[in-house]
């Protein structure tokens, strides 16, 4: 079994810019949830794909964006860069109907200059 | 909204002491709770969650909802608990797996 992945590991982008992240579900999970986690703070929710769809979102701007292809991999887009945008951005996925544990990736850290 | 607190920031103990990691949330609703670990150089992983009333690596949490608080406890601390936690919880009842995350607290455990 794998686990999470995601890359890239680590992203420099300038202000203005967009940036595209990827990730790699858990074998088997149908349902991923992506996260921002900026310098000492805990991750913030940022929306949760199931079944190709979006099905719930946290406080973010529509310029962050997602996507979710049939074989369950994501992507997280992020429009406009902003410099506050610099932070580790986790998925996480697991089984939708099988609890509320999620298995989280290792993350990419974007730096917005 | 929903909000999770943790006042500590750091906490440093020595090895073979008690641990006690407070959490304190506000939620209007039967919200559902959760430890999660990130150890050195490794993924945010699940520790605990309120419902299944495990104890894991020796660590137990209670959930108070008088207080609406999840201390995370372990009576013996270890040096391979050092690590940053984080407390978690979920909105009842909701369709999507919301965590809402406190801003952690690093557990330093000393020799």
């Known amino acids: 079994e794998t686990g999470v992945t995601q890359s890239p590991t680590h992203l420099i982008k300038t202000r203005g810019q967009q940036v595209t992240l990827r990730c790699s579900s858990q074998?088997?999970?149908?349902?991923v949830s992506w996260y921002q986690q900026a310098l000492g703070q805990g991750p913030q929710f940022i929306f949760q794909?199931?079944?190709?769809?979006?099905?719930g979102r946290g406080n973010f701007p529509p310029r962050f964006s997602g996507l979710q292809f049939p074989n369950y991999s994501s992507e997280l887009n992020v429009n406009a860069l902003e410099l506050d945008d610099s932070a580790l951005y986790l998925c996480?996925?697991?089984?939708?109907?099988?609890?509320?544990?999620?298995?989280f990736g290792p993350g990419t850290r974007l730096l917005v200059l | 909204a929903q909000r999770v607190t943790q006042p500590e920031k750091l906490l440093s103990v020595f090895k073979g002491a008690p641990v006690e990691l407070k959490c304190n949330y506000s939620?209007?609703?039967?919200?559902?709770l959760f430890w999660y670990v990130q150890y050195s150089r490794q993924r945010l992983q699940l520790l605990l969650r309120?419902?299944s009333r495990e104890s894991i690596k020796g660590f137990t949490a209670d959930l108070n909802k008088g207080e609406t608080s999840f201390h995370l406890k372990k009576p013996f601390a270890q040096e391979e608990d050092s690590a940053m936690y984080y407390c978690?919880?979920?909105?009842?009842?909701?369709?999507?797996?919301?965590?809402?995350f406190g801003t952690g607290t690093r557990l330093q455990v000393t020799l």
């Open positions: 996480a996925s697991r089984v939708q109907g099988m609890g509320e544990t999620q298995y």
């Open positions: 074998s088997g999970h149908n349902t």
């Open positions: 794909y199931y079944r190709e769809e979006e099905n």
């Open positions: 939620y209007s609703g039967s919200p559902e």
């Open positions: 309120h419902i």
């Open positions: 978690a919880l979920i909105p009842q009842g909701g369709t999507a797996s919301k965590l809402t």
